[in-house]
């Protein structure tokens, strides 16, 4: 054994964060589970899948999980201390990087650190992460070539750096194309969040088409919209962001970006895998895992 020890500094507080979780853990060859995602999964085994459990744990490494299911400043901090208790030679942090930012929370000297999901610190650390403008320009000229005059928007927290590119890449489409921006609708990933901004929608007799910036959120609008006797598609067409499993089995079946958590696993398991075997640390940059629309029943051409 080789001593070596790598720590997943997880927070678990959407699909993605927790997916790409066990994404890591199962590139690193051992089952991740956290409170947040036993809680909104029960009975779901996250168990690793034999190809997935390489040669890591045979070289030496050691596997550590700290979770952060509520990723305030105080619990990353006692993360951080957690971590500094012991022998660390690399982390992958799961976290936004505003939580890495306080003068408290400081990385131990020399160890290796990838950065992945929700963050805009590729000027620091060496980040991995989806393309998150190219899934929603993917997403908005879909509905737009479909036929529809705008599309409206159901934003993720204003805190969420993935929420904020989706958004802006949103706006950006709309104004190249030459089309009206309608306001955005502010949601926080909750499908609770969506079915209120689904209320509001409803009744606006110009909407025809909608991108959620998450799948949740999408299926709480489905729900309002139902309620309210507008029919999908043939009324308001709607677009997801994550492709979660259960996104084939809404009613209707919902058309969405799909997020590789997987390859943003192996992407960044490679990446600070290569530090600690060469002992240096990766320049500062981003790699983007590139997304896919997947297309299924909730959207068409206006006024089918």
Not at 236 to 260: K, R
Request: proline content about 7%; overall charge negative.
């Amino acid at each position: 054994m080789g001593g070596v020890r790598v720590v997943l500094l997880g927070g678990t507080s959407n699909v993605g964060k927790s997916t790409v979780a066990r994404a890591v853990a199962g590139r690193l060859g051992f089952e991740c589970l956290s409170t947040d995602s036993l809680a909104r999964h029960p009975g779901r085994p996250w168990r690793t899948p034999e190809r997935e459990v390489p040669a890591h744990v045979a070289e030496g490494y050691a596997i550590t999980l700290i979770p952060v299911d509520v990723p305030t400043q105080d619990n990353v901090l006692g993360a951080f201390t957690r971590m500094g208790e012991l022998a660390v030679d690399a982390v992958i942090v799961i976290i936004e990087i505003h939580l890495l930012d306080a003068g408290t929370v400081t990385l131990p000297p020399g160890v290796h650190v990838v950065i992945v999901v929700d963050s805009d610190a590729g000027d620091r650390y060496s980040v991995v992460d989806t393309d998150q403008a190219d899934g929603a320009r993917r997403a908005v000229h879909h509905l737009l070539d479909l036929g529809h005059r705008t599309v409206w928007h159901v934003t993720g927290p204003r805190t969420s750096y993935a929420g904020q590119r989706r958004t802006q890449a949103w706006r950006t489409t709309l104004e190249e194309a030459g089309r009206p921006v309608p306001a955005p609708l502010h949601g926080d990933w909750s499908a609770e969040s969506g079915y209120a901004a689904g209320l509001a929608l409803a009744d606006e007799p110009g909407c025809t088409a909608v991108f959620v910036s998450n799948d949740q959120m999408a299926l709480g609008l489905l729900r309002a919209l139902h309620e309210r006797g507008r029919v999908v598609p043939d009324e308001i067409s709607v677009v997801g962001f994550d492709d979660i499993p259960e996104a084939a089995f809404f009613i209707p079946p919902l058309t969405t970006v799909h997020q590789d958590f997987a390859e943003v696993g192996r992407r960044c398991v490679q990446r600070v895998l290569v530090q600690i075997r060469e002992n240096q640390t990766s320049p500062p940059g981003t790699d983007l895992v590139p997304t896919r629309l997947v297309v299924r029943n909730s959207t068409a051409a206006p006024g089918r």
